[in-house]
């Protein structure tokens, strides 16, 4: 069961928070998500655990400070020779593959540049990115 605070945080069922640590001048996120049964993307084949990989993602800025999230990301295997893939790792709604912020630090980017005048650059130095 997620405590009240988790909820708040990312409002997803399968994220857990596993620490907070609080920096300089930001504040990481130690958070992993629940393994499910996966298939493969190529064929569907279900796949095992095979350990987790740890993915610095960038969050929403809070208290005036970056979050960035270290999310331990489940990878997967599966011995299947008709395929070269043999490990791939979890797709999950907190973040697109491959990117470097969260999908609500993303959303949240392009609300102010709508709604704000605001300068790119202060986004970026919000977030905590280059």
Do not use: N
């Given at each position: 069961?997620l405590?009240?605070?988790?909820r708040?945080?990312f409002?997803l069922?399968?994220?857990?928070?596993?620490?907070?640590?609080?920096?300089?001048?930001?504040?990481?996120?130690?958070a992993?998500?629940?393994?499910?049964?996966?298939?493969c993307p190529?064929c569907g084949?279900?796949?095992?655990?095979?350990?987790?990989?740890?993915?610095?993602?960038?969050y929403?800025p809070?208290?005036?400070v970056s979050?960035?999230v270290?999310?331990r990301k489940?990878?997967?295997?599966?011995?299947?020779?008709a395929?070269?893939?043999?490990?791939?790792s979890?797709?999950?709604?907190?973040?697109?593959a491959?990117?470097k912020?969260?999908?609500?630090?993303?959303a949240?980017?392009?609300?102010?540049l709508?709604s704000?005048?605001i300068?790119?650059?202060?986004?970026?130095q919000?977030l905590?990115?280059?």
């Amino acid at each position: 069961m997620l405590s009240a605070r988790q909820r708040a945080l990312f409002d997803l069922p399968d994220v857990h928070v596993l620490a907070v640590q609080r920096g300089p001048c930001s504040f990481t996120v130690v958070a992993q998500t629940s393994p499910a049964a996966v298939g493969c993307p190529c064929c569907g084949v279900v796949a095992t655990g095979h350990g987790r990989r740890e993915v610095l993602l960038h969050y929403l800025p809070c208290a005036a400070v970056s979050v960035r999230v270290l999310w331990r990301k489940p990878i997967f295997t599966y011995r299947e020779p008709a395929f070269r893939i043999t490990t791939f790792s979890q797709v999950h709604e907190l973040t697109a593959a491959r990117a470097k912020l969260t999908t609500r630090a993303i959303a949240w980017a392009v609300t102010q540049l709508r709604s704000r005048d605001i300068a790119v650059s202060a986004l970026a130095q919000m977030l905590g990115i280059a």
